[in-house]
């Protein structure tokens, strides 16, 4: 019996994954990526979830397995989800060196397999911090040393794909919503929604514009495995995740206040934005990823609805 979830792939992607001749091995499985393929990989593949599911994750949590410890069975073939990547936030009292060798172990487990001839296809999500790396930006340090790890691994997963003629698909994610969401306090969207669910304010701190753009998770996992089934591609395809609207911090509050009207939100408060303030943009290119939504004829959640299905998720949890 197929269990409930928050997300689902398109009935006919479901079809499609079920008949797959091919286990699916999700790395990263206690984070938000992992969680949400998980529950989209149980809802297509139903009562045979557990025979052709392995989650690969750092915390020994039934079922899910130690991702470096583990080795993919003889003569089978996988798509890999690869979402284990360390933040260095996760990671407290380590230097940087050897922040930068648990991930490099990390990439390097994972590429074995590829050498290995078993991976038919990888999602390799990347994040929008490789600009902060490419461009030379001063945003922030973290996000720079974490954008020059992150484009590391862009190019070593795009080199071992290509020598084993295994396609590659790689996202760069700039702001996601949706179910399984993990910090409710970091990411502004679930921050407004979390105030407004218990009904306080939405405060918002920053005192100079923030903007942003949002990408439904479900939306963005359906795009990454069609591409890898269809092969639209026989290499690498690497775009930026960016959804159909941008908005500015204080329209975002007022937007979750409209939509969640429900649960009568209060007011909106903010701090004076400074008069010198620069603006914080953190924006994906949007070009490429439409080009390939229209060629898979794919409908996308708008921002409204992507904040009541992130609203219904964490509804669930308080």
């Known amino acids: 019996m197929v269990m409930c979830s928050f997300l689902s792939f398109s009935p006919n992607l479901a079809v499609r994954l079920r008949a797959a001749q091919c286990n699916y091995v999700v790395t990263g499985a206690n984070g938000w990526l992992g969680s949400a393929t998980l529950a989209m990989l149980r809802q297509a ?21 130690a991702l470096l410890q583990w080795q993919p069975p003889q003569g089978q073939a996988l798509i890999v989800f690869h979402y284990a990547f360390l933040t260095k936030d996760k990671v407290n009292g380590i230097s940087t060196s050897e922040y930068i060798e648990r ?10 397999w590829i050498d290995a001839g078993q991976v038919r296809g990888v999602v390799l999500p990347s994040s929008g911090a490789v600009y902060d790396h490419l461009l030379h ?4 340090p973290a996000a720079v040393l974490y954008g020059r790890l992150k484009y590391q691994d862009e190019l070593d997963f795009t080199n071992t794909c290509a020598a084993y003629d295994t396609s590659v698909v790689i996202p760069r994610v700039f702001n996601l919503s949706g179910p399984y969401i993990n910090k409710f306090d970091s990411y502004a969207l679930a921050s407004f929604i979390q105030q407004v669910l218990l009904g306080k304010p939405i405060a918002i701190q920053a005192q100079k514009p923030v903007i942003r753009s949002y990408y439904f998770i479900g939306d963005l ?4 495995v069609q591409l890898l089934l269809n092969k639209v591609t026989p290499g690498t395809v690497c775009f930026d995740t960016a959804g159909g609207e941008i908005v500015e911090l204080g329209e975002l509050a007022q937007r979750v206040s409209s939509v969640l009207v429900e649960y009568k939100p209060q007011a909106v408060v903010r701090l004076p934005i400074q008069d010198d303030a620069v603006a914080d943009r953190y924006v994906g290119n949007r070009e490429q990823i439409s080009a390939l939504e229209k060629s898979l004829c794919m409908q996308l959640r708008s921002l409204d609805q992507q904040i009541t299905l992130t609203a219904r998720y964490m509804q669930s949890l308080l």
């Open 137 to 140: 930006k001063n945003r922030d």
């Open 221 to 224: 996992i359906e795009l990454c």
């Open 103 to 112: 991930n490099a172990a990390i990439s390097s487990k994972v590429r074995g």
């Open 45 to 65: 593949l139903g009562d045979a979830f557990d025979a052709r599911v392995t989650a690969l994750g750092s915390r020994h949590v039934h079922p899910v397995q």
